[in-house]
């Protein structure tokens, strides 16, 4: 991508935020870029945590149903011990998230799809989400879809059972393996179906089935706005491209809407 002076710079916030204010529904999808931002470690690349010790098992879901009590024993074990659970526990919401928070009291916003599991979009106070891959402080059945959280089971009895149907239960965040659990998978279904556009953050769009949405988005007409610190796999397909940290460049966008909005009420 060409280097732009600053001047071509702040015109791309203005049009992504003019984008915003005219679409008819907006929804953002996150990434793991935010997360990093908040101090949790990425997962691929330099410094990953699966390029430094290898992936998970492919067929992880399939071993937690073959060996349930086992696979609950080793699941405990990293959330006291291991590197991520203990940045999780630490990591605060950063400036983006909040500002995601704004652009949704503004109204331009209407749903944010995340893949991160690390309930940071919660606590930042997000309203309408929806956490793809799960949520690392919940748990979850796996017959009727229950979301409990962790402290409301005794954990000392494995594998826990749901209270209200008697099945399995297991972590929230979805093994590989796994099917997304199908309340959410609908939820997502329902928003880009009425998005027009979509808001990519921190992320390369590539992991499906949530890089699906921004494309079938696309596919229709609608538009892709990315904010990134670099190119990714899907800036070509996208309108607008803003570079930097989401904790930088989302706090301006939602400044400019501010402004957008402030002009076109005069």
Known sequence: METKTKGSVDSDFVRAAQ???DSSYSIALTGAGMSVESGIPPFRGPGGLWTKRGEPPMNAFQLFLADPKRAWEERLRQFNEDELYT???AAQPN???????ELERLGVIRCVITQNVDDLHRM??????VEIH???KLLRCL???SRFPFEQFDLNELPPRCPNCGGLVKSDTVS?????????LAQCEREAAQADLVLLVGTSASVYPAAGFALEVKRRGGQLIEVNLY????TALCDICLRGPSGEALPRLAQCVAQVRMRRAL
Request: aromatic content about 8%; charged content about 20%; proline content about 8%.
């Open 19 to 21: 984008a915003l204010v």
């Open 87 to 89: 940045s999780l526990r």
């Open 95 to 101: 400036a983006g998230h909040y500002a995601l928070v």
């Open 124 to 129: 930042a106070g997000q309203k309408s989400l």
């Open 134 to 136: 799960g949520n690392y």
């Open 143 to 145: 017959e009727c879809v």
């Open 176 to 184: 590989f393996g796994e099917p997304i659990p199908p309340d959410v």
């Open 231 to 234: 190119d990714s796999e899907i």
